[in-house]
C-alpha cells in the first residue's frame, strides 16, 4: 500500500485539472414526455466525474469542459447522451422508459434487466410504500402483486403479516417468505412470548426502502435453495446519488376507525330475549334448579344491572363495544438527507412514527435511523454500508381467546353500566363488600380493567446492518464481498394489577411476566460477478460464490407475583417469583451458488442456476441439499419478421423449471435428545425425548412456470401471464411410531402437496399527457391440495384440517340445517358416507337435531380461490390520485365467537348480535335462528351455522396529493413541496357478517418456529373476537430542499 | 496487475477459509443434550433412573389413571361417574373404544417409562459400584410393576383361559435408537410377560437396599411379589413375599392419618410423591371435591361397612352426594402400596393354602379390623377375608384384579368379558402391524 499516498497525488491532479478546465457554463431544462420539468435528473459530463442534478422545474447549469459531451440519466426514462457543440443552452427532453423493460431488477445476487429476465419476479417501486400510514411495507403493498396473498390478521397494531407467495407450501413448517434486505436474509420470524405472532419487518423504515422484488417462480429463487419455497422478498433500501444534498422532510397526521362495529341487543331487547329462554327452560326443566329458572334469571338481570331494577324498564342502555375501541391518532415525522459526489455517496434517514391503534390500550411506536454509504477508494474498488437502527416500543393487548381482550367486551349485558353507581368506578373494578374487585359482575371480566390496570410491552432494539467491499478484476470480472448482522433485542414486560384480579388471580397482587430475546444473526457473502459480451452478439452473465450464516437465539424469562402496590411493578419488588426459565438455540446454514446468463442477440435467454445448502438442521446423512433451477425465454419482438410492425413492441414467452426447499423447523429435529426435565420431587432427572432421525431433510418444492411477457403499442400496454405448478414433497411432519418404542412421534419427511395456479398482469398508460391516467391490474388464483399425509388427519383451529385429497385448512364439520319450524330445534343435515368411510354432502339423508348424529363433512376452504387488485393512478399538473382495490374471492371464514354471541341466548348471558331478534318462537315460523333456550345450547355446537362467505373487495389505499408549482419553489428556495391525502381500507365491499372479512384470529396463527407440531398454517380462516381492521385517514406534506 | 494478482489471492484464501467451516453445522443443542453424550456418566445413569421415577408420576401411570379408571371398570353400582369426559365415561359402561386417549396414553406413557428404564439398565456398567446394584434393582423395580399392570389392563387376566397362550404385551427390554422393522414388536403372552416381571421384582429385591428414602426399597419389591403372586394364585410364594414384606418394621397408623398427609407414613411401603411444584394426585382430581367431585359414592357401597367402622366415617356428604375423603390432599402422595395391603394378601394367602406363614389369617384380619375400630373375630372365612380387602382398600386401584382373580362378575357381566379388558389402542394398531387386537374389539 506504498503506492497509496502516490495514487491519492494523481488523483488530486487530475481533479485540479478537471477544475481547471471548466471554463462554460451550460443551462438548460430536462423535460419528461409530457413536457413538464423533471426534477432530479442527473447530468454528468461524460468521461469525468463532473456533474450536477436539476432543481424542481427541470433546470439545470454545469460548467464544462468546450466539446464536453453530457450524459443525462433518471431512473424511470432512457438516457441520453448529447454533444453541447457550440451553445451554451441544452434543453433535453427524455423518453419515458416506458415498458420499464430497460427497469434494472433486483434477483438473487444481482440485477437484471426485465427484458432479459427469464424467471417470474414482481418488482414494486418504493413508492408504493412511502409515507404509507401502516406500521409494516407489507400492509402497503396488498393487492399490488399477483401471486401473492398479504391478509394482516386483525386491526391490532404491530402483530404478524401473514403473506403468501403462490400458496402454502408446507403444513407444519414455514410458509412466510425468506426476506432479504440489501443482500443479507434478516430476521422474520415471530418474536412473541404469546401465541399471537408479531412481525420484525415492522422494524423497517418503509420509506428507506428503494425497491420491493419478489421472486416467485423456481428460476428466479432457487439461488436461495433451501429457504426459497415460499418465495424470496427482496428489498433495496435507498441509495445515494451524486450531486447536491438533497433534503426530504415529511409529516403526516391523521386518525384510525375501525372498517366495522356490528349490531348487538340494546337494553330492551336483551331483557326480552334472555327472559324468553329463560321460559323455555324452566318450562321443560331437567334439573330442580331449573324448574325456578325464570327466578333464577331475573335475579342474574338484577346482578347484571349493578344490583338495581333498571334492568326492568331500559334506563340503562350501555354499547359495551363502544369501548373497546379508541380515539387512534397517528403521526410520523421524517427526515432523510441524500447526496455526495462521484466518490462518496451517502443516504442517511431518520423517522419517528406513532400509531395508536383501534382498540384501547394499543400502540406502535417506532424510531428508524439509517445510513448507506458508498465509496469508491480506487477505481475498482467500492466499499460501502447499509446500517439500520430501530427501536420499537408495542403497546400489546391481550390475544383473541382471552377474556381480557378488549373486543371481548361484546359479550357483556348492555343492562350494565358502564361506571357502576355504586362505586362511581367502572363495572368490575369494585366490590363494596369485600374491597376487591368483583367476581362475578359483570357478565365476564370487563376487558376494560385490562386498560386501566394493565400494561403489556414489547420494546425491541434492532441493528441491521452490512459493510461490503466490490473490487473489479478486470474488465468484467468483479468480486464482491459482504458481511452482515442482524441483532434484534427485545424485551417483553406484563403487569397486571389488583383490578385485574377476576382475570390474573386473586391471591396474586399483582402478577408480573418479563421475558427477553436476543435473536441474533450474521451472514456472509463472497461471490464474483462476470458479464461480457462476446461477438457483439453472445451476452454472458455469471454469479458465482458462497454464504455463510450463522443464527443464535438466547431468550429467558421470570415470572412474579405478589407486589407492595401498583405502583411496584418491577419483579425486583415482587415477593414471590413463580416461574424463571432460559433457553438457547441456533443454527447454520453453509451456501455454494451460481447462476449464468446467456443471451443470444437478446433474443434467445437461457438461465441456469443452482445453490447447495448444508444446515445444522439437516440430519446428519442428509447435510447438503441441491437446488437446481434452468428457465429459457424468447424475445420474439427481436427477430426480424416483427420488425415491422407497430402494434406488438414486445413480445417474450418462456418457461422454468427448478427446485427449492423449506427448512423452517425446528432446529435439532434432527437429532437425538434427552430432555433435563424429568426430576422427581425436587432430584433432577433426565429422560429421552427426541429420536434421532439422521435422514431428515428440507421439504423440497418443484415449480415448473410458463410465463408470456407483451407490450403493445410502444408499451402504452403490457401483460403477464404466468402458469404453474408448485409439487411439494417430504413435507417434514411428526409422524406417529408405535408407543412400544417409548416414543410416540418421529419427525420425518413424508408427505406430499401441490399449489397451482395463473397469474395476471396488466399494466397501461389509458392517457398521456397533461393529464396522465395508467391502470394496474392483477389477478391470481390459486388451488391447493394435499395428496399424501401418510393418512394423518391434522386438526386445528375450530373445524379447520389437514387431510389427503382436500386443500390445506378445509373446513369439515356438521352442516346445519337451519331450524325445525314446527318446534324450533336446530337441526343439522346427516349427510352420508361411502363405501370407503367419506362423508359427503347429500342433504336426501334427511335432518337430524342430535348434533352428534350429523356426519361431519366439507364444507368449505379458507384459503381464497382468486385475488387480486388493480391500481389507478392520475396526474394533472401538480395533483396525483392514486387508489387500488384490492379483492379477495372464493373463501370462507368462521366464526368462532358466534356460539357465543350468535347463540340464541342459549348457551350463557352473552349479549346476542341483532340478527338473534329472527328466533323462532312458534309453530310455522320459517327462520335461521333457533328458539331461544337458556343453557340448552340449541344450535350453538360448532358447525356451518358460523361459516361465512369471506369474499371482499375493498378501497385498499387511496392517495391524493398536490405539488405546488416549481414557481413558488423558488421564492422559498425548496425543490419540492407536496401535500397529500392517504386512507387506508376506506371502503369494504362484502357480504360477511363479521367486523371484517380480513381477518385470521391471532393465537391461532402462531408462526412461532422451535416447535414441529404448530397447526398455524391448517388453522387458517378463523375469527374469534378478532379485532375489525383500521381505517385510517391521515394528511401530510412533504418538502424537498 | 499485481494487486489484480494479490486481490485473487486474498479472495481466494477467504473463500477457502469459509468454505472449510464444514464443521460448523455441527451446532450442538442447548436446551438439551444429545443422546450420545446423556449416558456417560454413573450421575447420568442415575439421572435417568429419576426422570424414570418422573414418568411413573405421569397421571396416565400411578399419579392416578391407572387405578381409577381400573376401579371405573370394576365397579358394579358402588359409585357412579358423573363427570363431563368421555374416557371415564366408556370405562364406567364399560364400553371402551377403541380410540379412548387415556387408554392410549396409558399405553404409550407405560413403554416411555420402559424405554427410560432400559436406557438405565443398558448403561448399568457406567455406575458407580458402590450404587449400582441398588440403581439395577429400581430401574428392574420400575420397569416390572409397569408391566404387571399393562398385561392386567391390556390382557386377559391369568385366571383367564390359558396364560401360555393367552396374548400379553409387548416385552421390550432394550432402549430404542431408531426406528426400523425391529419396533414392529408382536405380543408376547401373558406368561411371558409375568415371568419377565417377577424375574425383575425377584432381582430387584435382591438388589435395592432396605432403606431407600421415598424411592423403591426391598419391600417395594417384595411387596409387588407378594400382589403377583396372589393374582397368579400362587398363595404360598405371595405369603411369604407379604411375610417377608412385612417384616419391613412398618407399621399401621390411625386410618385418618394414613389419609390426610402430604408424607409418606410409617404404613407405607411405597408411593408416588407429590408436591405443589411436581405432578397432581389423579385420584383427587376425579374422587374428591377438591377436584372435579367426578365420583359419587352409591349406597350400595356404604352398605357393606359395618357400624363402627372407621372407614365408613370417611366419607363426606355435599349437597346430599357422598364423596370419599380418601384423596382429599391434592398435594397428597399416591399411595401404591400400604402395609394393610400385605397383612390382607397374607391373611388370604395363608388361608387358602391352609399355612400360617408369619402369623395366622385371623391374627393379620384383626390387625386392620382393628385398626379400622371394629370388633376382632373369632372365626375367619374366605369371605371375611375378601370383604376387608374390597373396603379397606376400595377406590386404591385393587377391585379389577381381585374381581378377576375370584372370577367374580361385575355386575351381569363375567370376570372374563372382553368389556373388562383395554382394547389395544388404536394408534398402536395404525403404526405397528405386528399388534393383534384384543378379542371383543375391532
Same mark, same amino acid.
Given at each position: ?189 415471530? =418474536?412473541? %412470548? +404469546? &401465541?399471537? $405472532? *408479531? /412481525?420484525?419487518?415492522?422494524? !423497517? #423504515? ?45 409529516? =403526516?397526521? %391523521? +386518525? &384510525?376507525? $375501525? *372498517? /366495522?362495529?356490528?349490531?348487538? !341487543? #340494546? ?775 | ?442
Amino acid at each position: 500500500m506504498k503506492q497509496k499516498p502516490l495514487l491519492i497525488l494523481i488523483w488530486c491532479l487530475l481533479l485540479a485539472t478537471v477544475a481547471w478546465a471548466q471554463n462554460r457554463t451550460i443551462t438548460g431544462k430536462v423535460s419528461g414526455p409530457e413536457g413538464t420539468g423533471l426534477p432530479g435528473v442527473t447530468i454528468l459530463e461524460r468521461g469525468t466525474t463532473n456533474g450536477t442534478s436539476s432543481n424542481a422545474d427541470g433546470d439545470y447549469s454545469l460548467a464544462v469542459k468546450p466539446g464536453a459531451t453530457l450524459v443525462i440519466s433518471s431512473i424511470g426514462f432512457e438516457s441520453q447522451t448529447v454533444a453541447i457543440g457550440s451553445s451554451s443552452t441544452l434543453n433535453v427532453t427524455l423518453k419515458s422508459n416506458a415498458t420499464e423493460l430497460n427497469e434494472a431488477v433486483v434477483v438473487g445476487y444481482g440485477t437484471q434487466s426485465k427484458a432479459d429476465l427469464t424467471g417470474s419476479v414482481t418488482q414494486l417501486s418504493g413508492r408504493e410504500v412511502q409515507n404509507a400510514p401502516v406500521p409494516s411495507f407489507e400492509q402497503a403493498i396488498q393487492g399490488k402483486a399477483a401471486g401473492v396473498f398479504i391478509e394482516t390478521s386483525s386491526g391490532k397494531v404491530g402483530q404478524g403479516i401473514k403473506v403468501r407467495v403462490r400458496g402454502t407450501s408446507s403444513v407444519s413448517g414455514g410458509t412466510q417468505p425468506l426476506y432479504v434486505v440489501d443482500g443479507i436474509p434478516i430476521i422474520s420470524d415471530d =418474536q412473541s %412470548g +404469546t &401465541s399471537a $405472532p *408479531t /412481525n420484525p419487518i415492522a422494524d !423497517l #423504515n418503509p420509506n428507506d426502502i428503494e425497491s420491493i422484488s419478489v421472486l416467485k417462480d423456481a428460476s428466479a429463487s432457487a439461488i436461495y435453495g433451501s429457504r426459497a419455497s415460499n418465495g424470496v422478498v427482496l428489498i433495496t433500501t435507498r441509495r445515494g446519488k451524486a450531486g447536491a444534498t438533497r433534503f426530504s422532510l415529511g409529516f =403526516q397526521t %391523521g +386518525t &384510525s376507525k $375501525p *372498517t /366495522n362495529k356490528r349490531d348487538f !341487543l #340494546n337494553a330492551q331487547q336483551y331483557v326480552e330475549l334472555f327472559r324468553e329462554a329463560a321460559a323455555y327452560t324452566q318450562a321443560h326443566a331437567q334439573t330442580t334448579a331449573e324448574q325456578s329458572q325464570i327466578a333464577t334469571t331475573e335475579a342474574r338481570l338484577q346482578r347484571y344491572s349493578a344490583g338495581n331494577t333498571a334492568y326492568q324498564t331500559g334506563a340503562i342502555n350501555a354499547d359495551w363495544q363502544d369501548e373497546a375501541f379508541q380515539r387512534a391518532p397517528f403521526s410520523q415525522y421524517d427526515l432523510n438527507a441524500s447526496g455526495g459526489n462521484d466518490k462518496t455517496k451517502f443516504y442517511i434517514s431518520g423517522l419517528y412514527s406513532k400509531q395508536n391503534g383501534i382498540l384501547i390500550g394499543n400502540k406502535f411506536e417506532k424510531i428508524a435511523a439509517r445510513l448507506n454509504l458508498d465509496h469508491k477508494a480506487t477505481d475498482k474498488l467500492t466499499l460501502g454500508v447499509n446500517l439500520g437502527l430501530t427501536r420499537t416500543v408495542n403497546n400489546r393487548i391481550s390475544n383473541d381467546n382471552a377474556f381480557s381482550t378488549p373486543m371481548q367486551i361484546v359479550s357483556l349485558a348492555p343492562i350494565t353500566p358502564i361506571i357502576d353507581p355504586r362505586t362511581n368506578r367502572p363495572s368490575g373494578a369494585l366490590d363494596t363488600l369485600t374491597g376487591l374487585p368483583n367476581t362475578n359482575y359483570p357478565t365476564y371480566y370487563n376487558p376494560y380493567l385490562n386498560y386501566i390496570g394493565s400494561t403489556y410491552t414489547t420494546t425491541s432494539y434492532r441493528v441491521l446492518g452490512n459493510v461490503y467491499a466490490q473490487y473489479d478484476l478486470f474488465k468484467g470480472l468483479s468480486f464482491r464481498s459482504e458481511l452482515g448482522m442482524d441483532l434484534l433485542n427485545q424485551d417483553e414486560y406484563q403487569y397486571q394489577g389488583r383490578v385485574t384480579a377476576r382475570n390474573s388471580g386473586f391471591a396474586n397482587n399483582g402478577t408480573a411476566f418479563n421475558r427477553h430475546v436476543t435473536n441474533g444473526r450474521y451472514t456472509t457473502n463472497n461471490f464474483f460477478t462476470y458479464r461480457s459480451t462476446f461477438a457483439s452478439d453472445h451476452t454472458v452473465e455469471a454469479v458465482l460464490g458462497m454464504s455463510y450464516e450463522e443464527r443464535r437465539i438466547n431468550a429467558n424469562s421470570l415470572s412474579a407475583q405478589q407486589f407492595a402496590s401498583d405502583a411496584y411493578k418491577q419483579i425486583v419488588s415482587a415477593a414471590a417469583i413463580t416461574a424463571g426459565s432460559s433457553t438457547s438455540t441456533g443454527s447454520s446454514l453453509l451456501s455454494y451458488f451460481g447462476r449464468v446468463n446467456y443471451a443470444y442477440a437478446s433474443r434467445y435467454l437461457l438461465s441456469l442456476s443452482a445453490r447447495v445448502d448444508g444446515s445444522s438442521r439437516f440430519g446428519i446423512n442428509e447435510r447438503y441439499g441441491f437446488f437446481p433451477a434452468v428457465s429459457v425465454g424468447w424475445v420474439v419482438t427481436e427477430e426480424e419478421f416483427l420488425k415491422n410492425q407497430t402494434v406488438l413492441s414486445f413480445l417474450k414467452p418462456r418457461i422454468s423449471i427448478g427446485s427449492t426447499g423449506n427448512q423452517d423447523f425446528s432446529d435439532f429435529a434432527s437429532l437425538g435428545l434427552y430432555a433435563g426435565d424429568a426430576g422427581y420431587v425436587g432430584t433432577p432427572g433426565q429422560r429421552p425425548f427426541q429420536l434421532a432421525n439422521p435422514n431428515l431433510k428440507w421439504e423440497t418444492t418443484t415449480q415448473t412456470d410458463v410465463g408470456l411477457e407483451a407490450g403493445f403499442l410502444d408499451g402504452r400496454i403490457s401483460i403477464e401471464v404466468d402458469l404453474y405448478r408448485k409439487l411439494t414433497k417430504d413435507l417434514a411432519l411428526n409422524v406417529n411410531v408405535p408407543g412400544t418404542s417409548g416414543f410416540t412421534t418421529q419427525f420425518r419427511n413424508v408427505g406430499n402437496l401441490e399449489n397451482e395456479g395463473v397469474e395476471f398482469g396488466l399494466n397501461t398508460r389509458n392517457l398521456v399527457g397533461d393529464f396522465t391516467w395508467s391502470t394496474n391490474f392483477n389477478l391470481s388464483a390459486n388451488r391447493n391440495k394435499i395428496t399424501n399425509l401418510q393418512g394423518q388427519v391434522i386438526e386445528g383451529g375450530f373445524l379447520n384440517r389437514a387431510v389427503e385429497g382436500q386443500p390445506i385448512g378445509v373446513f369439515y364439520g356438521r352442516e346445519y340445517a337451519g331450524v325445525n319450524p314446527d318446534n324450533g330445534d336446530a337441526l343439522y343435515y346427516l349427510n352420508r358416507v361411502d363405501e370407503n368411510g367419506n362423508t359427503y354432502i347429500d342433504h336426501s339423508a334427511g335432518t337430524t337435531n342430535n348434533y352428534d348424529a350429523a356426519n361431519r363433512v366439507v364444507l368449505g376452504n379458507p384459503n381464497p380461490k382468486w385475488t387480486g387488485g388493480i391500481t389507478n393512478t392520475f396526474t394533472f399538473k401538480g395533483l396525483d390520485l392514486g387508489f387500488t382495490f384490492q379483492g379477495v374471492f372464493g373463501n370462507k371464514i368462521y366464526d368462532g365467537g358466534g356460539k357465543f354471541f350468535s347463540g340464541s341466548a342459549s348457551n350463557g348471558y352473552d349479549n346476542q348480535t341483532i340478527d338473534q331478534l329472527n328466533r323462532w318462537r312458534k309453530p310455522g315460523d320459517i327462520t335461521n335462528v333457533p328458539e331461544a333456550r337458556l343453557n340448552r345450547a340449541n344450535g350453538t355446537g360448532e358447525s356451518s351455522r358460523y361459516l361465512y362467505d369471506g369474499a371482499y373487495v375493498r378501497l385498499k389505499t387511496l392517495t391524493f396529493g398536490y405539488t405546488l408549482p416549481s414557481s413558488l419553489m423558488k421564492y422559498a428556495r425548496m425543490q419540492s413541496v407536496r401535500v397529500f391525502f392517504n386512507a387506508v381500507n376506506l371502503l369494504t365491499f362484502t357480504k360477511y357478517k363479521g367486523w371484517d372479512p380480513e381477518v385470521n384470529a391471532d393465537y391461532l396463527s402462531s408462526t412461532n418456529n422451535g416447535t414441529t407440531t404448530s397447526s398455524a398454517n391448517i388453522s387458517q380462516g378463523n375469527s374469534f373476537y378478532t379485532a375489525p381492521q383500521a381505517r385510517t385517514m391521515t394528511f401530510g406534506i412533504n418538502v424537498g430542499f | 496487475m499485481k494487486k489484480i494478482t494479490h486481490f485473487i489471492a486474498a479472495a481466494a484464501l477467504l473463500t477457502s477459509t469459509l468454505t472449510g467451516c464444514d464443521k460448523k453445522l455441527d451446532v450442538e443443542p442447548l436446551n438439551n443434550a444429545p443422546t450420545e453424550k446423556a449416558l456417560l456418566t454413573s450421575a447420568d445413569v442415575e439421572a435417568a433412573l429419576i426422570g424414570t421415577y418422573d414418568a411413573l408420576q405421569s397421571r396416565r401411570l400411578y399419579a392416578g389413571q391407572i387405578q381409577f379408571m381400573s376401579e371405573l371398570l370394576a365397579d358394579a353400582g358402588e359409585l357412579s361417574f358423573v363427570g363431563t369426559y368421555a374416557q371415564p365415561g366408556e370405562a364406567f359402561r364399560k364400553s371402551l373404544l377403541v380410540n379412548n386417549a387415556f387408554v392410549a396414553n396409558t399405553w404409550t406413557e407405560s413403554y416411555r417409562l420402559i424405554n427410560t428404564a432400559n436406557s438405565v439398565l443398558a448403561n448399568i456398567s457406567k455406575v458407580e459400584t458402590a450404587k449400582r446394584d441398588r440403581v439395577e434393582g429400581e430401574a428392574k423395580f420400575l420397569r416390572a410393576i409397569t408391566y404387571f399392570e399393562l398385561v392386567r389392563l391390556y390382557a386377559r387376566d391369568w385366571n383367564d383361559g390359558n396364560p401360555q397362550a393367552n396374548l400379553g404385551v409387548p416385552l421390550v427390554l432394550t432402549p430404542t435408537e431408531t426406528i426400523d422393522a425391529s419396533a414392529q414388536v408382536s405380543r408376547n403372552t401373558v406368561a411371558e410377560v409375568y415371568t419377565q416381571v417377577i424375574q425383575d421384582l425377584t432381582d430387584a429385591e435382591a438388589k435395592i437396599p432396605t432403606s431407600n428414602g421415598v424411592f423403591a426399597t426391598k419391600y417395594s419389591a417384595s411387596g409387588f411379589l407378594a400382589r403377583i403372586y396372589l393374582q397368579q394364585s400362587r398363595y404360598a410364594d405371595a405369603a411369604a413375599a407379604a411375610s417377608r414384606t412385612i417384616a419391613s418394621g412398618k407399621v399401621l397408623v390411625a386410618y385418618a392419618d394414613e389419609f390426610t398427609t402430604t408424607t409418606n407414613t410409617t404404613e407405607d411401603i411405597f408411593a408416588v410423591q407429590i408436591t405443589a411444584q411436581d405432578a397432581l394426585n389423579e385420584l383427587t382430581t376425579y374422587f374428591s371435591t377438591l377436584g372435579r367431585s367426578d365420583v359419587e359414592i352409591q349406597p350400595q357401597h356404604l352398605a357393606l361397612y359395618e357400624a363402627g367402622d372407621a372407614r365408613r366415617a370417611f366419607f363426606k356428604t355435599s349437597g346430599g352426594v357422598v364423596y370419599t375423603r380418601k384423596f382429599d390432599q391434592p398435594y397428597g402422595n399416591v399411595k401404591v402400596m400400604r402395609l394393610a395391603e400385605m397383612y390382607l394378601t397374607r391373611a388370604e394367602a395363608n388361608f387358602r393354602s391352609g399355612t400360617t406363614t408369619g402369623a395366622t389369617p385371623l391374627a393379620d384380619i384383626n390387625q386392620i379390623r382393628s385398626r379400622a375400630g371394629l370388633a376382632p373375630l373369632t372365626t375367619l372365612t374366605l369371605a371375611n377375608i375378601l370383604k376387608e380387602r374390597h373396603l379397606e382398600l376400595a377406590f386404591e386401584g385393587f377391585r379389577l384384579g381381585d374381581i378377576k382373580r375370584n372370577k367374580e362378575n361385575v355386575g351381569t357381566i363375567s370376570y372374563n368379558s372382553t368389556r373388562l379388558v383395554y382394547p389395544i389402542p388404536q394408534r398402536e394398531l395404525d403404526t405397528n402391524r405386528s399388534l393383534k387386537q384384543n378379542e371383543g374389539y375391532n
